[in-house]
């Protein structure tokens, strides 16, 4: 994994070998192995789940047949309601543990949902069992924890998909309320717009999102020139050279989406940049320019898009790149982390008016991922970077894009208003 020096170190401190992770190949089948689909008491998903992993050609083994490797285990929490249930869990899910390589995926009810205080606080600790058992899991295995709304149905069953497919390789032990969101109306041609996409984590969305049948505008700086060019005619997309941070940008996107592709469906705020510098060593451009691209310029885009008519097609949905720094902190990072976290304000300030017309906002939040910002840091620390997460490694740039790839689709509109960390568990802030 990573650099010859990281491979070094890793191996001079004696370090295992990290798992290779299984990620997106066309044509692959969703999971390495069978399924067990396991109803606790009350559980109400059960069937519904085994009948969409039959439809994407799993085969669901109804017991536990020995020692055949599971490719996932689907766990329905959803109807536990008295901590002693809790043993059903334990009892249940260990002994298929233990024969499974692959995918956890643990659905729970929404807590604030529940009106029983046993049973708000029975679910709630389903979060830190996710986040515990996710720790224990090896050789690449997540665990992760659905929290199923009411009438959440068409997102569960994408979101359930998504977690047990390998576009999840990279996210793990985490928490995502999945609501029941607002059907998309369908289009002839879904239009998406990355700004950012001349290189690393922009560049692999282009790619992801024109797998799935977007035409994708790639927005970048001028200076970015053939690199732009050459991202957007490997997929037939198309360019926009634009500084996200200039005084017309909004009004620039909004008119070239609306006048050009009667709307954008999708809008991934992903520019960014880093200045960093210990705190009092900051000057005003450091700290100023930082603020000014990533977190001014997605908050004017987005509402530049909302006001101008046309700019959004019907459904559209926002995914902003917040940052794992952003939610724990990070030492020479005030500006950054600022930025960042600010992301999840705007995400969080405007997922209900959205919400109210039909369109969704999210952000993904990146643990350490391997592009040239993070190879650009000294050994040691990169490789610390790396090794403190569950999955031992860093990701790369197309798990962050499969993430936001998935956010894009239709049919998983009923998430809105959430961060998803995409940093194979970091132990930092998680
Ligand atoms: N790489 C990581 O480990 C990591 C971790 C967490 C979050 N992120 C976030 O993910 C996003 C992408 O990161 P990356 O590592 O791929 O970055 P990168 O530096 O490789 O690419 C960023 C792109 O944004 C463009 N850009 C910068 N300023 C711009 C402006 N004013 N207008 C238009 N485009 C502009 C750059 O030209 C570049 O092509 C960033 O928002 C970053 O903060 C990255």
């Known amino acids: 994994m990573g650099t010859g020096p990281g491979r070094f170190l890793a191996s001079r401190a ?9 990620r997106y190949e066309a044509g692959q089948d969703l999971l390495t192995g069978p399924a067990r689909v396991l109803g606790l008491s009350g559980a109400s998903w059960t069937a519904e789940v085994t ?8 085969e669901v083994v109804l017991g536990n047949d020995g020692d055949e490797r ?17 043993e059903e869990l334990r009892a249940g ?61 068409t997102s569960v069953r994408s979101a359930v998909e998504f977690f047990c497919s390998a576009r999840s390789a990279f996210v793990d032990g985490q928490p995502l309320v999945v609501g029941a969101g607002v059907p998309v109306p369908p289009r002839d041609r879904r239009v998406a717009v990355v700004t950012g996409a001349a290189q690393g984590i922009g560049a692999a969305t282009v790619e992801v999102l024109a797998r799935s049948g977007h035409h994708v505008v790639c927005v970048d700086v001028a200076a ?39 709307g954008a469906d999708v809008v991934v705020h992903n520019a960014g940049i880093t200045r960093d510098r210990s705190f009092v060593n900051l000057d005003e451009a450091a700290w100023g ?19 101008h008519p046309g700019a959004l097609a019907p459904g559209a949905r926002f995914v902003c790149l917040s940052s794992m ?32 017309r039909g369109l969704a ?30 999955l031992q490694q860093g990701g790369l740039p197309v798990d962050v894009a499969e993430t936001i790839g998935w956010l894009a689709q239709p049919d998983a509109a009923g998430i809105d208003g959430q961060v998803l960390r995409v940093c194979g568990q970091n132990l930092l802030g998680a």
């Open 289 to 307: 320019s930082v603020l000014a691209v990533n977190l001014a310029a997605p908050i004017r885009l987005t509402t530049g898009l909302l006001d």
């Open 325 to 356: 720094n952003g939610l724990a902190g990070a030492r020479g990072q005030t500006n950054y982390a600022t930025s960042k976290a600010g992301l999840v304000g705007l995400v969080q300030a405007l997922a209900g008016p959205l919400a109210q």
């Open 93 to 153: 899910l260990a002994p298929e543990f233990r024969r499974t390589t692959g995918r956890v995926v643990v659905l729970s009810a929404v807590p604030a949902e529940l009106p029983d205080v046993e049973a708000r606080a029975v679910q709630q600790g389903l979060e830190g069992f996710v986040r515990s058992l996710a720790k224990e899991a090896r050789g690449g295995t997540t665990v992760n924890l659905l929290r199923v709304a009411d009438g959440a149905r």
């Open 51 to 58: 009948g969409w992993l039959r439809a994407a050609g799993v």
């Open 14 to 22: 004696g370090l295992p070998k990290p798992p290779r992770l299984r």
């Open 361 to 390: 906002i999210n952000a993904v939040a990146p643990g350490f991922v391997e592009t040239p910002m993070t190879a650009a840091m000294p050994p040691v620390p990169r490789e610390l970077g790396r090794r403190i997460s569950s």
């Open 224 to 262: 970015s020139g053939d690199k732009l060019a050459a991202v957007a005619n490997r997929v037939q997309g198309s360019t926009l050279h634009l500084d996200v941070t200039a005084e017309d940008a909004p009004r620039t996107l909004a008119t070239h989406l609306a006048d050009r592709f009667d």
């Open 70 to 86: 599971l490719g996932a285990v689907v766990v329905d929490a959803t109807g536990l309601r008295r901590v002693a249930e809790l």
